[in-house]
């Protein structure tokens, strides 16, 4: 099993829609979690942290279930720049350490 | 906010020559930096931990010999990859915690290499 699994994509949605990735991760001392965007060809860039309690930044809401090692991200009324790969991140309980997910492909599209 | 820069961005090199790739934290000091790598539609991989003042660590399957780790300042990691293969082409990216939230990670904008 993967450290780190996530949904494999691509997801295709039309501008506007709300779009939900998934992600469940192996390691129980996993204590951070993340997501990143990784455009074509750049390097990751962190998108938001995961806490256990939820958390929204704008259009972008993230939720963490401790007991069922499951990671979501929630997109709403996607944009055109929303398009990228979006890669599910974890720590590996270690120094810093972090296990990325081979990532979901979003295309937003008009 | 913290950045992290990587030399070059870009490089072409014959089979059996060694590459140098430079990581630097401009703006923070860091102990630790994290060398990946990333081929094409597949997640970035750790290869190895660069430890200011002591020996790098491995991942499991990774030839330290050959991917020569030197983190020389707490600004500046190198990674040289050794014997160059075309099998070695890929994305290196490098990466810094930043203080005081160490699993906060800003990463090196990669380098792109590739063997001929």
């Known amino acids: 099993r993967k450290e780190v699994e996530q949904d494999p994509g691509p997801f295709n949605v039309p501008e506007g829609a709300t779009v939900a990735f998934n992600c469940t991760y192996s390691?129980?001392?996993?204590?951070?979690f993340f997501w990143y965007r990784q455009d074509c060809r750049k390097e990751p860039k962190l998108l938001m942290s995961v806490y256990s309690s939820g958390n929204e930044d704008g259009r972008f809401t993230a939720q963490l279930n401790r007991a069922s090692q499951y990671i979501s991200l929630l997109i709403r009324d996607s944009k055109l720049s929303d398009s990228a790969t979006y890669l599910c991140v974890v720590d590996t309980g270690t120094a810093s350490k972090l296990t990325f997910g081979t990532g979901t492909r979003l295309q937003v599209t008009l | 906010g913290a950045v992290v820069s990587q030399h070059p961005s870009w490089v072409i090199c014959k089979s059996g020559t060694s590459v140098k790739i430079e990581c630097r934290s401009l703006?923070?000091?860091?102990?630790?930096m994290f060398w990946y790598r990333q081929f094409p539609k597949q997640s970035l991989m750790l290869m190895a931990t660069?430890?200011?003042?002591?020996?790098?660590?491995?991942e499991q399957g990774v030839e330290k010999d050959k991917f020569l780790i030197n983190h020389a300042s707490l600004t500046l990691s190198t990674l040289t990859v050794t014997s160059a293969h075309p099998e070695d082409s890929s994305f290196y990216i490098c990466s810094a915690p930043t203080p005081p939230v160490n699993y906060e990670q800003y990463f090196g904008p990669g380098t792109r290499l590739t063997v001929t």
């Open positions: 703006d923070f000091q860091a102990t630790t």
């Open positions: 660069s430890n200011e003042g002591s020996k790098a660590t491995y």
């Open positions: 390691n129980s001392a996993s204590q951070s």
